[in-house]
């Protein structure tokens, strides 16, 4: 158990639909990082939070967006999905401001879209 | 961010030693080099992070030649459950809102018995 919870660990949806996931950073830590990684693709980071608020952008799409509450947990949210959504979002999470030695990712969520 | 360069793959065996060398030529002066490891369907696991020199714990060694431009993951008598995808990424260190990870390819490690 790395810490960082992740739910649901799989989840099977139609296009078109809307999800969303969800993310319990480590504890301590103020840092929330979502990546996707698709079939035999890399993982590609999508999206960072900072104690409430959005800090760094990657390739994420406009159909998808985030958010990190005051409690520190994230959700992922994924609209007007299409087949080509189908992969394993993982969610990692560091320590404040401060020493860290690297980033802590959770199980991940396997979304399949048919 | 530094762009890494590495190996697709590489094929062991079982109880060699393995050594993964990342090339990281426009490293920052205060960037840090990390590797992480995953195995399939499962999230990145932190291995281990240096600066300069030699940093070695449980699992690895990492090397880190003076001009840091590149460096070298070393497993000692590796097992088949090494067989994993192995990063390695360079970026500072600071934590918070500090940096992002860019994840490249990785080598894809397989051991073979």
């Known amino acids: 158990d790395s810490g960082v919870t992740q739910t649901p660990k799989h989840l099977i949806t139609a296009t078109g639909q809307r999800v969303t996931l969800r993310c319990s950073p480590r504890?301590?830590?103020?840092?929330v990082y979502w990546y996707q990684q698709s079939l035999d693709q890399g993982l590609q980071f999508l999206i960072q939070y900072y104690n409430g608020e959005e800090r760094a952008k990657g390739n994420i799409l406009e159909r998808f967006s985030a958010q990190q509450f005051p409690d520190l947990h994230s959700e992922l949210n994924l609209s007007s999905l299409e087949l080509g959504d189908s992969a394993l979002y993982f969610c990692?999470?560091?320590?404040?401001?401060?020493?860290?030695?690297?980033?802590?990712f959770g199980s991940g969520t396997r979304l399949t879209v048919v | 961010l530094a762009k890494t360069t590495q190996p697709i793959s590489m094929d062991s065996y079982e109880g060699q030693e393995v050594n993964i060398t990342c090339s990281h030529n426009n490293i920052a002066t205060n960037d840090y080099i990390t590797w992480y490891q995953q195995f399939p369907s499962q999230g990145p696991r932190f291995i281990i992070q240096?600066?300069?020199t030699k940093v070695t714990n449980e699992v690895a060694s990492l090397f880190i030649p003076a001009d840091r431009k590149s460096s070298t993951l070393s497993l000692p008598r590796v097992s088949l459950s090494d067989t994993a995808v192995y990063y390695c990424?360079?970026?500072?260190?600071?934590?918070?809102?500090?940096?992002?990870?860019?994840f490249g390819k990785g080598t894809k490690l397989s051991v073979k018995p």
């Open positions: 990424l360079v970026g500072s260190r600071g934590g918070g809102s500090q940096g992002n990870l860019i």
């Open positions: 504890s301590g830590d103020l840092s």
């Open positions: 990692a999470s560091s320590a404040g401001q401060g020493r860290h030695y690297g980033y802590t």
């Open positions: 240096g600066y300069k």
